[in-house]
Nanobody, 115 residues
């Protein structure tokens, strides 16, 4: 079993920054890809960014140039640095981790960007 604990969400003004963290613990022997998704009210969950174990990154178009995903394999932790936040970035952000062929999700952390 794998547990994911997210932190770093909150309320920020437009143009501000936040850094989300997601720490994995439990039966972890070989974490593969890690990523962040978000879900705004009335919308489907969407990929924000992902990073492979070797550090290859992938970003949604909306995140390119503003968000940076990184990971610390020694700490089994993935980060999402979000700069130049916009009101449309308001959503619940979910951490996703793949261990072998199983996908795990965090509980979600609210990010609210005020205009």
């Amino acid at each position: 079993q794998v547990q994911l604990v997210e932190s770093g969400g909150g309320l920020v003004q437009a143009g501000g920054s936040l850094t989300l963290s997601c720490a994995a613990s439990g039966s972890i022997f070989n974490i593969g890809a890690m990523g962040w998704y978000r879900q705004a009210p009335g919308k489907e969950r969407e990929l924000v960014a992902s990073i492979s174990r070797r550090g290859i990154t992938n970003y949604a178009d909306s995140a390119k140039g503003r968000f940076t995903i990184s990971r610390d394999n020694a700490k089994n932790t993935v980060y999402l640095r979000m700069n130049s936040l916009k009101p449309e970035d308001t959503a619940v952000y979910y951490c996703q981790v793949v261990v072998y062929i199983t996908t795990y999700w965090g509980q979600g952390t609210q990010v609210t960007v005020s205009s």
